[in-house]
Each structure stands twice: as C-alpha cells, then as structure tokens.
C-alpha cells in the first residue's frame, strides 16, 4: 500500500506517513489512525513494517491517545496536543473518531474527578446541561482547558459550575469556544 493510499484511508497528510515510517516522528496524532489502516498493534509496534498486513485486525488496546496536561492560569490546564501514551479504548469511545484521554490537574472537581484521574473526551458528543466538560481557549501557541460542570450553554456564554470550593461562574463563549464532553473517567486508583 503506498504511503499517499495509507495517508488517505488514515485522515492525515503523505509526509505525516513517511515521517512516522521513517521514524522521525514516533508521537504523531495520527499514529493510531495509521496503525489501524495497516492493521496493526499499536502497543506492540515501535516500528511500522513495510509488508502489508492482513486489514481486517482492529486494535482494541492502547489505541486511544493520552495528553498531558500541566497547571495553567487559576483553574486552568495547559494542553499538548502530542500524545505521551495510549491506552485501552472505552467502549463509549468504541468507534469515535478523535476520542481522547487527558490526566487531570488539581482538584477543583474533586470527587468527581482527582488528580491524576484520566478523563475519557468524546469530542463530537452534543453537550448537555449537566455533562461534565471540558471548555477550551487559546493562549497564543498553547491550548488551555478547564474542566467542569456544565450548568446552562447560552448564546453568549457558558455557565459553569465546580465542586471545590463550590462555586457557579459564567465564561464568555467568543474566548472559550470548544466544549468536549467528558465520557467517563479511569481512577488514578
């Protein structure tokens, strides 16, 4: 299969493949995608063979991509957006296309979701007053994201709420735009 073939069936650019089969990216977004075209085990696989493997495998570990998080602004989370694992898919995220995991950062949703809990994001889930969320700005380069409560969606804002302290807020969806809905979580414990 040529590398422009895999790029097409897997969503992502030709130089994309040549730089993850050449082994001058091993952490790309696409990694998974890739994988999954040609068949194989993404937690096996350092490398990715150039024989053609049987396609009708579909991985169903360490294929849903992990991303960092680091404590931004007060409530905020910095995010990566290069993966720094994988693991086990969900099975509310079976078959979701850019479904992702994210460590979680401080406590202000505690006991709902702990430090180092993952939360499980389906990107493309309609959001509900009461989902749990995550709510995403841009800061020049970086990304940042809080999680929290979804009390009301309006037009011009988000309200928000957080457990502790508890507290309701509002944040302006023009500097906030991106909201993902939380699936579920994997306890740090």
Request: charged content about 20%.
């Amino acid at each position: 299969m040529s590398q422009a073939r895999v790029a097409e069936l897997a969503n992502t650019t030709q130089q994309t493949v040549d730089r993850v089969e050449s082994g001058v990216t091993k952490h790309s977004r696409a990694l998974a995608r890739i994988l999954q075209v040609l068949g194989l085990d993404p937690p096996r696989m350092t490398v990715i063979p150039t024989d053609v493997v049987p396609r009708n495998f579909v991985p169903v570990q360490g294929d849903l991509p992990i991303y960092a998080s680091a404590q931004g602004g007060p409530g905020e989370m910095i995010i990566t957006y290069d993966p720094i694992d994988y693991v086990a898919r969900p099975d509310p995220l079976a078959s979701v296309k850019d479904g992702y995991a994210m460590y979680i950062v401080g406590d202000s949703m505690s006991p709902a979701f702990e430090q180092g809990d993952l939360a499980l994001v389906n990107p493309h889930l309609p959001f509900r007053n009461g989902d749990d969320v995550l709510v995403f700005r841009e800061i020049g380069p970086d990304v940042a994201a809080i999680l929290k409560r979804l009390v009301r969606a309006g037009a011009n804002e988000w309200t928000l709420e957080q457990f502790n302290p508890s507290k309701r807020f509002a944040l302006p969806r023009v500097e906030w735009p991106r909201c993902h809905v939380i699936v579920g979580k994997y306890s740090r414990r």
